[in-house]
């Protein structure tokens, strides 16, 4: 979530990490966002990415971008795990 707060990526400052149901939004969207991101310096999608909404206090949402699937994590499991950082949409 610090990475994403604290983004100036394109010149805006306004970066932030998705809840769980905005990440699933991103993901229903995938195909249509796909040409966008690229054309506006972003990359495609990767397989996983965290969102900022928490399951309990040890676990937090994830979604798996291949499938559309939601599921919890450890926090500390960073391996193979991406963030996407958005502005209001």
């Not at 229903?28 to 990767?46: A, H, Q």
Request: negative net charge.
């Amino acid at each position: 979530a610090d990475l994403c707060a604290n983004s100036t990526a394109q010149g805006y400052n306004d970066w932030f990490l998705p809840s769980k149901d905005a990440l699933n939004e991103l993901w229903l969207k995938r195909n249509d966002l796909y040409f966008t991101l690229l054309m506006n310096g972003g990359s495609g999608f990767n397989d996983y990415y965290w969102s900022s909404s928490e399951y309990d206090a040890n676990d937090a949402w994830k979604q798996y971008f291949l499938s559309g699937a939601q599921f919890n994590s450890h926090k500390s499991n960073i391996s193979i795990t991406h963030v996407r950082a958005v502005r209001a949409f």
